[in-house]
C-alpha cells in the first residue's frame, strides 16, 4: 500500500460508485425476492436487502463528512449502472442468483483492490460494507442444490455467467473512461494492472468451480 494520500476527489468518486451500488443493491434483492420459490427464500433475500440500505446510509453519511453531496458523487454511475442491469435482466430464480454470484463477487473483488490503496476511515468502511458475505453465500449454496439436483442447469448458468462478466467489464471500463480518477487512485497506489487483472481472474475462475459453474 502507498503511503501517500488519495485525492480527496478520487476518495470520493470511490464512494460515489459504492453508494450508489448498494442503493441498485437493495432494489434488485427485493425485485428478487419476488421471484424467490418460496417463502423463506424470500424473507432471507428482503432482509439482506434491509442490509444493503444500511451500508448505502453509512456511506451516504461518509460523503457527507467528507463535504460532498452524496446524490452528485453516485450521479455519474448512474447510466453505466443500470446498463449494466438492463442488459442482464435475470429471467428466473437462478439466473438471478447467478448474477449476484458473479457479478457482485468480481465488483467486490475490484472494490478491495481500490480500498487497499486508501487509508483510515475510508478503507477500513469500504471493508466493512464488503464484509457481509452472507448474500454470496447463500447464493452459492442454492446454485450448488439446483446444479445436484438437475446437472444440464450448469451449463445454461455457465453461459450466462460468461455474459454477466463481459458485461461487467464493458461497462467498468466505461466507467474507467469517464472516472480516470479511480484509475489514478490505483496507480497512485502503485498497482500493476496486469497483475491486478490476473488476480481478479483468478478469483473469478475459483469462484465458479466452487459452485459446479464453467468458466
Not at 453519511?61 to 446524490?71: S, Y
Not at 480500498?115 to 468502511?125: E, K, N, Q
Not at 466493512?128 to 453465500?137: C, I
Request: hydrophobic fraction near 45%; aromatic fraction near 6%; include cysteine.
Amino acid at each position: 500500500m502507498s503511503d501517500l494520500t488519495p485525492p480527496a476527489s478520487a476518495v470520493v468518486d470511490l464512494l460515489g460508485m459504492l453508494a450508489y451500488g448498494e442503493l441498485v443493491a437493495f432494489d434488485r434483492m427485493a425485485a428478487d425476492a419476488r421471484l424467490a420459490p418460496d417463502l423463506r427464500r424470500r424473507a432471507v433475500l428482503s432482509e439482506m436487502a434491509g442490509r444493503e440500505i444500511t451500508n448505502y446510509c453509512r456511506l451516504a453519511d461518509r460523503l457527507t463528512e467528507l463535504g460532498a453531496d452524496p446524490e452528485q458523487a453516485m450521479r455519474p454511475y448512474v447510466q453505466a449502472v443500470s446498463d449494466y442491469h438492463t442488459q442482464t435482466e435475470p429471467a428466473d430464480w437462478l439466473e438471478g442468483l447467478a448474477k449476484a454470484y458473479v457479478g457482485d463477487g468480481i465488483a467486490d473483488d475490484f472494490t478491495r483492490e481500490v480500498a487497499a490503496v486508501l487509508t483510515g476511515p475510508d478503507r477500513d468502511l469500504i471493508l466493512d460494507v464488503l464484509h457481509d458475505s452472507r448474500h454470496a453465500d447463500f447464493a452459492a449454496d442454492e446454485l450448488r442444490a439446483a446444479i445436484a439436483a438437475d446437472p444440464k442447469v450448469a451449463n445454461r448458468l455457465s453461459m450466462w455467467s460468461r455474459r454477466l462478466v463481459g458485461e461487467g467489464i464493458s461497462q467498468a471500463l466505461r466507467v474507467a473512461a469517464e472516472r480516470p480518477s479511480l484509475a489514478e487512485l490505483l496507480a497512485g497506489g502503485g498497482t500493476d494492472f496486469q497483475a491486478l487483472l490476473k488476480r481478479l481472474t483468478s478469483a473469478h475462475t475459483t469462484r465458479m468451480g466452487a459452485v459446479g459453474l464453467n468458466n
